[in-house]
């Protein structure tokens, strides 16, 4: 093992996170802050690249200046992202040319709409493994194009780059030397053909995209390039360990065999297993994307994507007001003996699996005139358990395997009434881990893998902490019950 510490960067849908991990997996240092979320008009979401950039070398500078390392002593800088986030940017001047355009974005529901009524949705789920869904990033990508003024006449003279958010900030960083991504964002983006592994011509046209936009695909233990050292500090660093958040979770929970799941909380949630090296065509709103690319070879895994779950908490917070901080939420949930039939459906944009539905919008079922505030509250938490055992279930019924416990990460996981009701739900044990910045970890290990401070995925394993596990104890009957009265209030909100 080689001594030496990897810097880590985070860029998540509510704000930017930075860390150092050194060698035996342990965080000496972190940083983070948010950024804004600007909604132009209902059911649009867009955060400004500019501001996430700056947030971002402020944070990398902060961590090092607080562990009071040499930059000398960083082996790799790594990088895990929010995924289906799109920006599109001037090449000459390096400015984005809009907003980057968020995966909870709906803008593009009539535009899939349309593509499904011209019979598209099969062959774009046969190449890529996803549905045609506002959720990916082609559509926000076509909308640009056709809605920003002058972009559609530079992207055709091969001035305008695309990528998600990596992609952004690795040109950045390198200083616009280079322009890439992983195989895990490429896969989210409908125009990545996941059986050829790689940019699909067909898709491209489809889309009304152009091939000089799109970055080079590289496998996560690549080195993508190094930072430029004015635009970070005195060294050059390389930049490897590139992930999805997700997909960098499942790696950072140690989910390296088949049939293994996790599943991470945060604004939306994201529930995948591993599901090896061969790819899996799946149903029931489930799809399917590339798990990790290492070691020039690529693995799979399957994933159920819920739009909405703690951010459900956070909406009830600062649009309802009904409490102050989530110490009075979780006093206010420990006050009451149930729901008493009270269900928030959180579809602020839409359903996601099994439903898929753009058009269901969020409310408050059950509620009678004895209702008060603490149930609206409990049942915004309780929302998200009821959607990832809605994940899990569909997920289990059509890979045929049922999960034997599920790892978990997340701020929300700190949160131990939700966690033991998620247990009860699912009946299986729910595992948490020791740090709850797994998919920062997930792009720590691969980084040290491809720098030799680690060795294997077993000496990976070794590094695991386990904190807390959560075991069923709900009966039955009374899980049926409360599950139940959850799909009726769906059935409710569904368009």
């Given at each position: 093992m080689e001594k030496g510490f990897i810097l880590a960067l985070?860029?998540?849908?509510?704000?930017?996170?930075?860390?150092?991990?050194?060698?035996?997996?342990?965080?000496?240092?972190?940083?983070?802050?948010?950024?804004?979320?600007?909604?132009?008009?209902?059911?649009?979401?867009?955060?400004?690249?500019?501001?996430i950039y700056e947030n971002s070398k402020k944070l990398l500078a902060d961590v090092l200046v607080k562990a009071k390392l040499e930059p000398g002593y960083i082996k790799a800088l790594a990088i895990t992202n929010q995924r289906e986030t799109i920006v599109l940017w001037d090449k000459n001047t390096g400015l984005p040319v809009y907003n980057a355009i968020v995966w909870q974005c709906r803008r593009t529901s009539d535009m899939c709409e349309m593509f499904k009524k011209k019979d598209l949705e099969k062959t774009v789920n046969e190449k890529t493994g996803l549905l045609l869904d506002p959720y990916f990033s082609a559509t926000k990508i076509k909308w640009i194009l056709d809605n920003v003024e002058g972009v559609r006449e530079k992207a055709e003279a091969g001035q305008i780059l695309m990528g998600t958010i990596d992609s952004w900030l690795i040109w950045k960083l390198t200083g616009g030397v280079v322009h890439a991504t992983d195989y895990t964002n490429a896969s989210r983006t409908l125009l990545f053909n996941i059986r050829t592994l790689c940019w699909d011509k067909e898709l491209i046209k489809l889309f009304g995209i152009y091939e000089s936009m799109l970055p080079e695909i590289k496998y996560s233990d690549d080195i993508f390039g190094f930072t430029a050292e004015n635009e970070l500090f005195d060294a050059s660093l390389p930049i490897t360990g590139v992930i999805g958040d997700s997909q960098g979770a499942l790696f950072g929970q140690n989910c390296f065999e088949a049939g293994m799941v996790k599943a991470t909380y945060g604004t939306g949630s994201s529930i995948m297993m591993n599901i090896g090296s061969s790819y899996k065509e799946v149903g029931n709103g489930l799809v399917t994307s590339v798990a990790w690319g290492m070691n020039g070879k690529v693995e799979y895994a399957i994933e159920g994507i819920v739009h909405c779950s703690g951010d459900a908490l956070k909406w009830v917070k600062d649009n309802l007001g009904l409490f102050q901080?989530?110490?009075e939420a979780r006093n206010m949930v420990d006050s009451l003996e149930s729901n008493e039939g009270v269900y928030l459906i959180p579809a602020f944009v839409g359903l996601g699996i099994p439903y898929w539905d753009s058009n269901a919008r969020a409310a408050v079922v059950g509620m009678s005139r004895g209702t008060r505030k603490?149930?609206?509250?409990?049942?915004?938490?309780?929302?998200?358990?009821?959607?990832?055992?809605d994940a899990i279930d569909t997920m289990t019924q059509e890979a045929g395997i049922k999960p034997k416990e599920i790892r978990v990460d997340?701020?929300?996981?700190?949160?131990?009434?939700?966690?033991?009701?998620?247990?009860?739900m699912l009946d299986i044990p729910v595992k948490g881990a020791e740090t709850a910045e797994l998919s920062s970890m997930g792009s720590v290990y691969l980084a040290g893998l491809a720098v030799g401070i680690w060795d294997s995925?077993?000496?990976?394993?070794?590094?695991?902490?386990?904190?807390?596990?959560?075991?069923?104890e709900m009966d039955s009957l009374k899980r049926g019950e409360l599950y139940q009265g959850w799909k009726v209030a769906v059935k409710r909100v569904l368009g």
């Amino acid at each position: 093992m080689e001594k030496g510490f990897i810097l880590a960067l985070d860029q998540s849908t509510s704000g930017t996170k930075t860390m150092i991990v050194d060698e035996n997996g342990d965080i000496i240092v972190k940083a983070s802050l948010e950024h804004g979320q600007h909604y132009p008009r209902p059911g649009w979401v867009e955060h400004d690249p500019v501001e996430i950039y700056e947030n971002s070398k402020k944070l990398l500078a902060d961590v090092l200046v607080k562990a009071k390392l040499e930059p000398g002593y960083i082996k790799a800088l790594a990088i895990t992202n929010q995924r289906e986030t799109i920006v599109l940017w001037d090449k000459n001047t390096g400015l984005p040319v809009y907003n980057a355009i968020v995966w909870q974005c709906r803008r593009t529901s009539d535009m899939c709409e349309m593509f499904k009524k011209k019979d598209l949705e099969k062959t774009v789920n046969e190449k890529t493994g996803l549905l045609l869904d506002p959720y990916f990033s082609a559509t926000k990508i076509k909308w640009i194009l056709d809605n920003v003024e002058g972009v559609r006449e530079k992207a055709e003279a091969g001035q305008i780059l695309m990528g998600t958010i990596d992609s952004w900030l690795i040109w950045k960083l390198t200083g616009g030397v280079v322009h890439a991504t992983d195989y895990t964002n490429a896969s989210r983006t409908l125009l990545f053909n996941i059986r050829t592994l790689c940019w699909d011509k067909e898709l491209i046209k489809l889309f009304g995209i152009y091939e000089s936009m799109l970055p080079e695909i590289k496998y996560s233990d690549d080195i993508f390039g190094f930072t430029a050292e004015n635009e970070l500090f005195d060294a050059s660093l390389p930049i490897t360990g590139v992930i999805g958040d997700s997909q960098g979770a499942l790696f950072g929970q140690n989910c390296f065999e088949a049939g293994m799941v996790k599943a991470t909380y945060g604004t939306g949630s994201s529930i995948m297993m591993n599901i090896g090296s061969s790819y899996k065509e799946v149903g029931n709103g489930l799809v399917t994307s590339v798990a990790w690319g290492m070691n020039g070879k690529v693995e799979y895994a399957i994933e159920g994507i819920v739009h909405c779950s703690g951010d459900a908490l956070k909406w009830v917070k600062d649009n309802l007001g009904l409490f102050q901080n989530f110490e009075e939420a979780r006093n206010m949930v420990d006050s009451l003996e149930s729901n008493e039939g009270v269900y928030l459906i959180p579809a602020f944009v839409g359903l996601g699996i099994p439903y898929w539905d753009s058009n269901a919008r969020a409310a408050v079922v059950g509620m009678s005139r004895g209702t008060r505030k603490e149930h609206v509250v409990r049942a915004a938490i309780e929302s998200t358990a009821y959607q990832i055992k809605d994940a899990i279930d569909t997920m289990t019924q059509e890979a045929g395997i049922k999960p034997k416990e599920i790892r978990v990460d997340g701020g929300p996981t700190r949160d131990a009434f939700l966690m033991q009701f998620q247990a009860d739900m699912l009946d299986i044990p729910v595992k948490g881990a020791e740090t709850a910045e797994l998919s920062s970890m997930g792009s720590v290990y691969l980084a040290g893998l491809a720098v030799g401070i680690w060795d294997s995925k077993e000496e990976i394993k070794s590094l695991r902490k386990d904190c807390s596990t959560y075991t069923p104890e709900m009966d039955s009957l009374k899980r049926g019950e409360l599950y139940q009265g959850w799909k009726v209030a769906v059935k409710r909100v569904l368009g």
